[in-house]
């Protein structure tokens, strides 16, 4: 372990802040990307165009969510092998994962491009916003392939000990997005067919960096495009490392498409204010969602080394920081919201609407620390399970259950709609902390020290 990545010494909110800085720029950059198709649309093309957009998505944000959880599954066995410095286990593994890639980015491609009207359908898009929106899901559906490959390649590059050329091809991919989105629109009017194409082909730019770079690598984990293969048993163990994970996530994407499908049903308007709204909330819920997946390191590493009482500080840092951000950034929102929110439309209507969106979400963001940091450091500790439940249970089976009442009880307005995440997020945050504070006991890591961790099957765990 380097003296970088080692979290067992020193000042933990020192330790936690510059472990979560890379982290943040990586998440930051991939938020930039995203939101600049929207900025583009809303403020060149319309907010038909907007709501388009917006629509396609949350539907491309639930395939990529299933698909980053299989990358993790591959990335913890190449992770492992290389640690182990097992080379026939490594190869294996990701020669069957970048091919398995090429395979599921074909087979969604196809059946993507195919499903789209019926997607669109079924999420009651509004009349005047379906043909933009179909015509953005195909062309983003053709170039899928390109998506899971970078992904892939960028998850076996960090398992390796690489997390800098995945930023930096990163970077590269949002420079190239936002000036094709601008070349598309602006000088060739190709309206919301522009703005995929430029995502595509920024795409698939990195695609080819990513493999490149593993093609000419040095080591064990150098890729030969001729010895792509599917090894039965690397896929059963990236199915069992991966599936629950990206099950989870797409099951959670899924839901925030069914809270869709009633502000689809609101008009346009409604929907393109939201999703300019949402644009948003993804930028304000950054520094959460870096502290939890610092925290997992965190707490990881001092358990494993036998340091639980340090674990559970930096635990309680990692929150008491979340939270300082969470109140800091809700504050500057509600005061500069109107004023960020014309960054993604123009329209005047469309801005009202956002900002009803946004007053009921921000003055409540503080419950997402609890969401997202002590399901981290449940995770660091290889306890995902309890955490994993709840999440799904309060954000898919009880928000539509609180929606399907609001529908038929008074009609969904957007403030009762809106409402239905702040309160699944307070009744989720409400069990982890009962469950974190009174029934989690990590006795049984008191006292063992990285070479006992290692050797003990109940450190085992720690891999997840």
């Known amino acids: 372990m380097t003296k970088q990545s080692d979290m067992t010494h020193g000042n933990i909110l020192r330790l936690l802040i510059s472990f979560s800085v890379p982290l943040f720029l990586g998440n930051l950059l991939q938020q930039l990307y995203n939101a600049f198709d929207a900025i583009v649309v809303g403020n060149f093309v319309g907010n038909e165009a907007l709501a388009a957009v917006g629509s396609a998505g949350v539907l491309i944000n639930m395939i990529i969510a299933f ?96 997390s800098k050329r995945p930023l930096y091809f990163l970077m590269i991919s949002t420079v190239l997005n936002i000036i094709g989105n601008l070349a598309f629109v602006n000088i060739f009017h190709m309206g919301v067919g522009g703005v995929a194409w430029s995502t595509v082909i920024a795409e698939a730019v990195t695609a080819v960096l990513v493999i490149l770079t593993l093609c000419r690598a040095d080591g064990e984990y150098r890729l030969y495009l001729r010895d792509l293969r599917v090894h039965s048993r690397v896929v059963r163990r990236i199915g069992r490392l991966g599936l629950p994970g990206g099950v989870q996530q797409a099951i959670i994407s899924l839901s925030n498409i069914i809270v869709q499908s009633y502000i689809n049903g609101m008009g346009a308007i409604v929907l393109a204010g939201y999703i300019a709204n949402s644009k948003l909330d993804a930028f304000i819920m950054l520094p959460t969602q870096t502290l939890a997946l610092a925290v ?93 439940l709840t999440c ?8 539509q259950a609180y929606l399907y009442a609001v529908s038929r009880l008074g009609g969904a307005s957007i403030g009762l709609v809106a409402l239905s995440y702040p309160a699944t997020w307070g009744l989720a945050a409400a069990v982890l902390l009962f469950y974190y504070f009174r029934m989690t006991d990590w006795s049984k890591f008191e006292g063992a020290g990285p070479a006992e961790g290692a050797n003990a099957p109940k450190r085992e765990s720690l891999e997840a």
């Open 392 to 399: 799904i249970i309060s954000f898919v089976p009880i928000r």
């Open 296 to 388: 997992s390191t965190f707490v990881g590493q001092n358990l494993g080394a036998g340091q639980v009482k340090r674990a559970r500080r930096g635990a309680r840092i990692s929150l008491m920081a979340g939270l300082a951000f969470s109140v800091a950034i809700a504050v500057l929102a509600l005061i500069f919201g109107r004023y960020l929110i014309r960054i993604f439309t123009p329209d005047p209507a469309v801005a009202d609407r956002a900002l009803q969106f946004m007053r009921v979400f921000v003055p409540l963001y503080f419950l997402l620390c609890f969401t997202q940091i002590i399901p981290g450091a449940l995770r660091g500790a290889g306890d995902v399970n309890v955490a994993t």
């Open 67 to 162: 698909f980053m959880g299989m990358s993790t599954g591959a990335s913890v066995l190449i992770s492992q092998a290389y640690g182990a410095r097992d080379g026939r286990s490594l190869r294996d593994a990701e020669h069957t994962a970048v091919l398995l890639a090429l395979i599921m980015g074909i087979a969604l491609s196809a059946l993507g491009i195919a499903a789209t009207p019926q997607l669109l359908s079924l999420m009651r898009t509004p009349p005047e916003v379906v043909p933009l929106a179909a015509e953005y899901l195909r062309i983003y559906f053709a170039g899928m392939t390109a998506l899971t490959v970078y992904n892939m390649g960028a998850a076996i590059l960090t398992a390796v000990g690489d």
